[in-house]
Structure formats: C-alpha cells, structure tokens
C-alpha cells in the first residue's frame, strides 16, 4: 500500500497516462505512429522534477519537464490537448483501484481467519449481553458468524466503491472536449483499464471520491465495532476472550501485572481517524463551478492516510483473531453470575402457558428475580421454594426450563442460513 501512494508511483501513473493519451491520438492519426515506441519509453528523474518544481511551482509542469528531457523531439506530443487533471485525476483513479484491490485481499483474508474461529467456536456458549448487561445465552461463534457476514458486505461495498471510482476522464479544461476529441478519452481509459467517465467539468466529480472513502470509513467502523466488543470481554471480571500478549511485552511501567487490549484500542483509534477523512471527503463535493483546488490540499493527506490505515488495521484485527486466546470456562462461570436469572423469560412464558395472564406471569418472575438479585441467591431455589409457583410448575417442570440447551437449538439452522455448515 506504501508503495501505491509513492511520488514514485504517482508519477509512474501520470506517465502512463500520458503515453495512454498519445497511443490514442496516434490511432487517430494525429501522432505519427512511428513515434509511440520512443514514446512509451518515456521516463522522469524525481530529482529533476523537485529542481523544476521550485521554479514553475507547479507539479504538473514540472513532471512534464523531466519527461520531456528524456524524449527530445517526441516530447512534443506528450500532454497534446490536455489539462493538468485529465491527467492527475485520472492517474488518481488507477491508484485508488490499487489501493481498493489491496484492500480487498485484507477483507478476503480476515473473512478466512474470522471463518476458522467461527468453526472452533460453532457451540461454545457464552453470555449474550444487552446494554453490557446480561441478557441470554449465545455462542462465540454466533458472534464471530455476524462479524463475518459484516465483513462480506463490507467487501461487496468496497467492490461497489472501486467501480464508483474506476473512471478516467479526458475532456480538457471544462470538459468540453474542446482540446481533445471523446475518442481520445475512449481509446485512453480502455488501455488503462478504466470507464470513461460519461460526462466531467475539469475534474472526476469528487462524490465518486466520497463514496469511496465513506466506504472505508464504514469498514473501520465494523472493526472498531470488533475490536470493541473484544476490549469488553478482556476486562479483568469477565476474561472470556484476550488479545495476543507476547513474550516480554509490558502492559504498563508501573504495573508488572497488566495485559491490557492495546492492539484493539489502536484499531478503536484509527478507526476514528478513517471516520474524520469521510467527512472531509463529503465536503469535497462542493467546489465552485467547473472546478477549484480546495479539495486538492485535503486529498493529498485523506486518500493515501485512508488506505494505508485501514489496509494496517484489517492486517492487525486479523493478527488479533489468529491468536486470540478464547476462555470457555470463564464464559460458563459468568453464565452462573446471576444464579440462574437468564431463564427468567422461559419462566414467565412457561407460566403464560399454564393460563396465568402476562401481567401476573410478569410480576410472579420478577418478584423472585429481584430477590435473586439483591441478596445473591438461585433464582431456581426461589422459584421452587413460592408455592404460587409451584402450583403452576413442578420442580421437574422447572428443570427442564433451566436447561442451556434450548437457547442453542437454532445454532445450527443459523449456520445453515450463513453457509458456515
């Protein structure tokens, strides 16, 4: 990804850019033919380019300086017609479908780690939790199963934003094609790979740049979402799931004990970052008329920054799943934290059934819930010691409610559903 967002790089892109331009114009007739092979040898020194550069103050021209001393005669037919962002955002096109492709493979790998643990972890139960509080028993593979479907569809939105910006344009200064015929633009992208923008002012309209760093801010979003949900469960009082912790790593100067999420705190971090360039890319959209610069400044930092921390963090989330230090036994000791008071709603239900109204299910159960609550006793006990239970439900009967078993019945047709088996 460093590489993709190198002046090397950058200008490599420009360059094929150009020689895309003269191939097209030489196809039409207006560049001799014979010119194209000393054409498409055509290279640039970034040294030369920096020394012109403090002259024109212009980056453009001072590229096209360099070039042109490496052609001699032929360097007058590169930039034929053109205007510097035919060729800068076009360049910048091929870059963010590097980028986007790169990102790619980092979602296609975490799915692939984040599927491992799903299969390891299919049944292990643990506590679900609303609002941090416990609310009834799932899996650690459900929760790895709903992190993966996330990831697919972040990865058919990526796909959706590398074809949103998988487009070139070369229409001249306002896009008129005044300087440059349409069939230029046609022969040119098709060699670079790329659509033809059906209709530009000087630039790429800038919401395709939008959509497509909003894409990645969404992305790091459900990461942060994830790694997350991991700081949770690494408190100290739960310890159901723990970040890699190296040999010889320090959690802190003064406190030997401490392992602390660091890593998932680092992804919740940047992740904040990513969401910050989403915006500024939103408030690149409105520029005046066929153009201004103000977006320019910003991209310079949003677009490379965006990339190169998300392709960092999607690695780093995936080092974290690969080895994630998972305790089961710590999962089922908190399930026993509230003395049974997760099976408060199969009670009420179960009471329903024997005819008892809602209200009056309701207030029976919650009666004995808070007890259980407030002076730390089975809820069970509770429950078969009140005789205005009892005459509903027989202790057998209530055993049968208290069972973990059927929170999990559906695990498997969920699976199914995922295609996870």
């Known amino acids: 990804m460093k590489k993709v967002w190198s002046d090397e790089s950058k200008f490599e892109k420009w360059l094929q850019v150009e020689i895309a331009v003269c191939e097209a114009w030489a196809e ?13 040898n055509a290279s640039f020194s970034i040294k030369r380019i920096e020394e012109i550069l403090k002259k024109t103050h ?7 300086g360099s070039v042109a001393e490496s052609l001699g005669e032929e360097s007058r037919f590169i930039h034929l017609g053109l205007t510097s962002s035919d060729v800068m955002d076009t360049a910048l096109s091929l870059q963010l479908v590097a980028a986007a492709d790169l990102l790619a493979q980092d979602i296609a790998g975490l799915i692939a780690v984040l599927k491992e643990k799903v299969g390891a972890h299919k049944h292990t139960i643990m506590m679900g939790r609303t609002h941090g509080v416990h609310a009834e ?11 993966v479907e996330e990831m697919k569809r972040n990865a058919q939105r990526l796909a ?10 070369i229409s001249g200064a306002v896009g008129t094609y005044a300087s440059v015929p349409p069939e230029v633009e046609k022969i040119a992208c098709a ?9 530009s002012s000087q630039i790429v309209q800038r919401d395709r740049h939008a959509q497509f760093v909003a894409t990645l801010a969404i992305i790091a979003s459900s990461l942060e979402k994830f790694a997350t949900d991991i700081r949770g469960l690494q408190r100290t009082e739960i310890l159901e799931v723990e970040e890699p912790f190296e040999p010889g790593q320090t959690g802190s100067s003064a406190m030997p004990h401490k392992r602390n999420p660091e890593l998932c705190e680092r992804i919740s971090g940047l992740a904040r970052l990513v969401r910050g360039h989403a915006l500024t890319s939103l408030e690149n959209i409105a520029l005046w008329h066929e153009r201004d610069i103000s977006h320019s400044s910003t991209e310079r930092i949003i677009l490379p920054d965006s990339c190169l921390v998300l392709d960092y963090v999607l690695d780093l989330f995936s080092y974290i799943m690969k080895r994630l230090q998972v305790y089961p036994e710590h999962m089922k000791e908190n399930l026993e934290v509230t003395k049974g008071l997760i099976f408060s709603q199969r009670v009420m239900l179960a009471l329903i059934d024997k005819g008892l109204s809602r209200e009056n299910a309701y207030e029976l159960v919650q009666r004995n819930s808070m007890k259980a609550w407030q002076e730390r006793v089975s809820f069970f006990d509770l429950l078969s010691g009140d005789p205005n239970v009892a005459k509903h439900l027989s202790k057998a009967e209530l055993e049968g409610i208290f069972d973990y078993g059927y929170f999990l019945r559906h695990v498997d047709a969920i699976f199914a559903r995922l295609g996870l088996g």
Do not use: Y
Not at 28 to 40: M, Q, R, V, W, Y
Not at 58 to 64: G, R, V
């Open 28 to 40: 039409l007739g207006a560049i001799p033919k014979e010119a194209i092979p000393k054409i498409k």
């Open 58 to 64: 212009h980056d453009m021209t001072a590229f096209l």
């Open 137 to 147: 028993p799932t899996t650690f593979g459900l929760k790895l199963a709903l992190w």
């Open 160 to 169: 959706e934003a590398r074809k949103a910006i998988a487009v070139g344009k």
């Open 191 to 199: 060699k670079l790979e790329l659509e033809a923008a059906p209709i």
